[in-house]
């Protein structure tokens, strides 16, 4: 069994910053990528940053993101993180992370997502 728990959503005032964290745990052979992906009320799920090989990989983020946020990762602790800067309202949604995991050596590796942790970004 793999589980992906989500931490440190909240409330943050406009301009201000947060850091999430996903910590991914139980039997894990390999950890091909993280991420986290965010849906706001009424919009689709959007890309907002994924990291290769937890890390030191290369990462990518969505466009709006435009240098505010940093995705990093903790290969020891099979843990990443999701630094946010200069909030805007906008940037309020629920904040999923998922991670591309092989069980494994043999088995091939499947998508885990966690249960999400809300951002609210409001004065």
């Known amino acids: 069994q793999v589980q992906v728990v989500e931490s440190g959503g909240g409330l943050v005032q406009p301009g201000g910053s947060l850091r999430v964290s996903c910590a991914a745990s139980?039997?894990?052979?390999?950890?091909?990528?993280m991420g986290w992906y965010r849906q706001a009320p009424g919009k689709q799920r959007e890309l907002v940053a994924t990291?290769?090989?937890?890390?030191?990989?290369?990462?990518n983020y969505g466009d709006f993101v435009k240098g505010r946020f940093t995705i990093s990762g903790d290969n020891a602790k099979n843990t990443m993180y999701l630094k946010m800067s200069s909030l805007k309202p906008e940037d309020t949604a629920v904040y999923y992370c998922?991670?591309?995991?092989?069980?494994?050596?043999?088995?091939?590796?499947?998508?885990?997502w966690g249960q999400g942790t809300q951002v609210f970004v409001s004065s």
């Open positions: 998922y991670a591309r995991i092989a069980a494994t050596q043999n088995a091939p590796a499947s998508d885990y």
């Open positions: 139980g039997s894990i052979f390999r950890i091909y990528a």
């Open positions: 990291i290769l090989n937890t890390s030191g990989g290369s990462t």
